[in-house]
Each structure stands twice: as C-alpha cells, then as structure tokens.
C-alpha cells in the first residue's frame, strides 16, 4: 500500500516536473499559479512619469539651429528668385528693393507715438544741470509754435472764447496744410466749427479746422509737414472762411498763439 502511495507521489512529482519545464506559451491558464519567475511583459497602457517628461521635453538645441538655419537658407534662396527671375514684374522688384533698403523713421514714429498716446516714456527723469531762465511773461505762443500760418490769410474774427475759435479768410485758391507731424484724432461734425478736422500734435496740443468743404484726410491718419488737410467753405464768391481752434492740455486758447502768422 505504502509503494503505492509512493508511486503515485512520484509519477505526479514527474508531472509537475515536466510542467515547470515547458515553454511559456504552451501554459494552460490555470498553470499560472506554478510558473516560474520569469521577466514580466511591460503594460503598452502604463503610465510612465519618466516617459511623458521626455516626450515634454524641447528638441536639442543643435535641431533648433538646423532648422533656423534652413529657414534662413530659404527666405535667402526666394529673396534671390524675387530679384533674378523674370517672371516678376519690375514694379514688384523695385518696391521690394526700396522697402529692403529705406531708413527706418524713428523720428516719425516718436512724433506719432508723442501725438497719440503722450511723452515718450524713459527709464531715468532728465534732470537739467543748469536749467534756461524762462521769463515770467511767458505765453503759449513760446512755447508751442512750431509752423506760421501764410502771410495772405487774413482775420476775419478774431478769437471768440465763446465759440472758441478764429474765422480766417483763405482766399479761393490755397488749401489748408498742416506745417508739423501729428496725429487725426477725429473727422466730423463739430458745433460751432461745422465739418471738422482735429489733429493731435506733441507737447499735448490739438488744433482744430473747422468749416471744410473738402476733406483730404482719415481718423488715425498719421499726418507729415506739408500734408493736405483739405479747403475751406466758400463763404462768397472770393473768400474761403476757415475756422481754427486749439487746444493745449485739454484747454482751448487762442489759436494765433499757437501757430502765429508768418
């Protein structure tokens, strides 16, 4: 009885013998639970911090060259096609020359930029050593004149503080230019000044023109000495009446301390 016993230890100490033995992929699913250690299959669906950091983290810096440097190949190899081939017209070359090429106007932007949004701000306040006597007597028209207005105008009311403007008389044949850079703040109808015309210049001034017949202007127009604002109204058959207002800081004053007569 004991041999039997034995017998049959050792035929099932065989089986399992045979079955450590086999390969993995002949494993019933219920001989997991006798496997032996074996490496374990990494889950393609695991989440991996070290993993997603790579994947976050930017190209070398020798693949940024390469590719700015072959950007820089290409905008190179068109600018040269723009200029050797023949099928581009040679306006199209010409403007692409002159825009490669012109200076940059630093001191009209200053002027646009002082016109619209104020003084230019800058890191440290200017501090004058020996700052220049000013008299006490002095007026607006000292300090803000920059352009006269032509010596053929004439008055034709002097400044009302009610209507806060000057009529001048034009003639019929001059237009209305504006003598510095500045800014259109407004295109419009204003009352008092009718079709209106306001130009935002530095040191916080406006000058309005007021009583237009033509415009030759925009809102946000951004204005160079010698621009053509437009004409006056015919008032009769030889006299074109403009109206002229200013204002400095926010207030009005008389015109023709501004922008006296030449």
Do not use: C
């Not at 932007?109 to 002095?138: K, Q």
């Not at 300090?143 to 053929?152: N, R, T």
């Not at 009610?162 to 703040?185: C, K, P, Y």
Request: hydrophobic share 35%.
């Amino acid at each position: 009885m004991f041999e039997r016993v034995d017998r049959v230890k050792e035929r099932r100490r065989e089986r399992l013998e045979r079955i450590r033995t086999q390969s993995r992929d002949s494993y019933t699913p219920y001989v997991d639970d006798w496997k032996d250690p074996i490496e374990e299959t990494p889950n393609p669906f695991s989440y991996s911090p070290r993993e997603n950091d790579l994947m976050d983290q930017p190209p070398p810096s020798h693949e940024k060259w390469g590719v700015q440097i072959l950007a820089s190949v290409l905008l190179i190899g068109a600018a040269y096609v723009l200029f050797q081939t023949t099928l581009i017209p040679a306006s199209w070359k010409s403007s692409a020359r002159e825009v490669m090429t012109r200076d940059f106007n630093f001191s009209g932007v200053a002027d646009w930029y002082e016109a619209r949004f104020g003084p230019i701000p800058t890191m440290l306040p200017s501090i004058p050593t020996n700052p220049p006597a000013v008299p006490a007597t002095s007026t607006t028209k000292d300090a803000g004149a920059v352009w006269k207005l032509p010596s053929s105008w004439k008055i034709v009311r002097s400044y009302d503080p009610e209507s806060a403007n000057v009529i001048l008389n034009t003639g019929m044949n001059d237009q209305i230019t504006i003598g510095e850079a500045g800014w259109v703040a407004f295109v419009g109808e204003k009352p008092d000044y009718g079709t209106t015309v306001i130009v935002r210049l530095t040191k916080g001034r406006e000058i309005w023109l007021g009583n237009l017949d033509s415009i030759g202007v925009t809102k946000d127009e951004v204005l160079t000495p010698g621009k053509v604002i437009g004409t006056a109204r015919v008032m009769d058959q030889t006299s074109r009446h403009l109206y002229v207002g200013a204002k400095v800081n926010e207030q009005f004053v008389n015109p023709l301390e501004v922008i006296p007569f030449e």
